[in-house]
Structures are given as C-alpha cells and as structure tokens.
C-alpha cells in the first residue's frame, strides 16, 4: 500500500518553462488536495477536488491549472514557471471529513 | 469559512518539560480538526485527531490534545518533551462538507527541545 505517491520529487525550472507535478493515491479517497509549503506561512491550500470530476480554487490558485484525472489522479501544472512559485508542494488525499494523507513533497526551485 | 490560527511560530522547551501549541479555529459548522508533525525533509504525518465523541483525544508519541468549543481551541500537549520531539507541528481543520471537504492549515509551530 504506496499511499499518496508524488513524482518528481525534486525540479530545477528556469522562469517561463511550464511543468506537471503528478500524484497519486491507491486508498479510493474521493477528495485530493494540492498545497504548497513556504517558510513561516504554513501549508496554503492552492486546488483541491473533492470528488472525481470536480475542482475547485483554493487560497493561491493563480499561475496553476489542475486535471483530476480518474479517481487516483490529481496534477498540478504551472504553465509558465515564475521564482515566485520555489516552494515544496505537497499532495494529499482524504475521504469525506476524516485525516488526510500527505505525500513526500515535491521541492520545486524556479530560477 | 473556516480558518485555523496557531499561536507562536516557534517554542523552545527543554527536555523533561511540558510541551504545549495553541491552536484555535473559527468554522461555522462542527470543526473536524487535526494536529500534524512534520519532520525536517518529509511529509506530514497525523499526530491525533477530532471529530465527534470525547473531547480529550490521545494520539501517537504521547500527545494528546483537547477540543474546547466554549473557546474555539484544540490545544496539543506533551508532558514529557523528548528530544525527537524536535519538528514542525501543524493545526488543521475541515469539517464542511458544502465547503468541498476543505482542509485549512494554520501557520505551523516549530518545536525545539533544549537538552
């Protein structure tokens, strides 16, 4: 039982190149989550799905776009990579209002 | 909507000592709440959680927490804190189902113990 997996888990972009961050989870969850972490301002939520065909903006959606996929799928893609998007993202899924589950982060620096 | 805030950035305790993080939330329907530890490098990882019954919660490594709606609070405490007690800990809540099962973290709490 892999959890929530994310891929890469590390990435070097320069500004203006465009990139997808893929997650997935095999515990059937309905809803999935994308946030990003950066120093002093905790985990800020940036798109979420929260069932299969569905998504919608969280705290910090401008710069990216989401596909949820099928139900174990979620990315997240920055179209054009700004400095200002350096942050370690972090994939998590849950069913319905219980704890939701974290992947290892993808650590992200746009140069 | 909902929101979580965390009391202090940072704490420092020595070892042997009470080992407490505030955490207070807003919702307007019954919160769900959770209280997370992250270690340096990795992901998140459930420390105890709160969604209906007993008020008082235990959760792993010897913390345990307890919801107060009377004070919109969901303190975490430790009596005995340990070295490897040494990360980040997170407040987090989501408990509105019309609000798409959101999950709203506070600003995190990073802990250092002091031999």
């Known amino acids: 039982n892999a959890g929530v997996t994310q891929t890469p888990k590390f990435q070097v972009l320069k500004t203006g190149q465009s990139m997808t961050l893929q997650c997935a989870q095999d515990?059937?969850?309905?809803?999935m989550y994308w946030y990003r972490q950066d120093p002093g301002m905790g985990l800020r939520l940036i798109y979420y799905?929260?069932?299969?065909?569905?998504?919608d903006k969280g705290e910090v959606p401008n710069g990216y776009n989401v596909s949820r996929l099928n139900k174990r799928e979620f990315s997240l893609r920055l179209e054009s990579a700004a400095p200002s998007q350096t942050s370690v993202y972090f994939c998590a899924s849950r069913i319905g209002l219980t704890e939701a589950f974290f992947g290892q982060g993808t650590r992200l620096t746009v140069v | 909507a909902q929101s979580v805030t965390q009391l202090g950035s940072h704490v420092s305790v020595s070892e042997g000592a009470l080992v407490l993080l505030r955490c207070n939330y807003s919702?307007?329907?019954?919160?769900?709440l959770f209280w997370y530890v992250q270690y340096p490098n990795q992901g998140l990882q459930l420390l105890l959680k709160y969604t209906t019954g007993a008020t008082l919660v235990k959760g792993i490594n010897g913390f345990e927490a307890e919801f107060k709606k009377s004070e919109t609070s969901f303190h975490l405490t430790k009596p005995s804190a340990h070295m490897s007690d040494a990360a980040e800990y997170f407040c987090a809540g989501g408990g509105d189902k019309a609000a798409g099962n959101k999950l709203t973290f506070g600003g995190g709490t990073r802990v250092l113990v002091k031999p």
């Open positions: 799905s929260a069932s299969e065909g569905t998504t």
């Open positions: 919702s307007s329907v019954p919160p769900y």
């Open positions: 515990m059937n969850h309905n809803s």
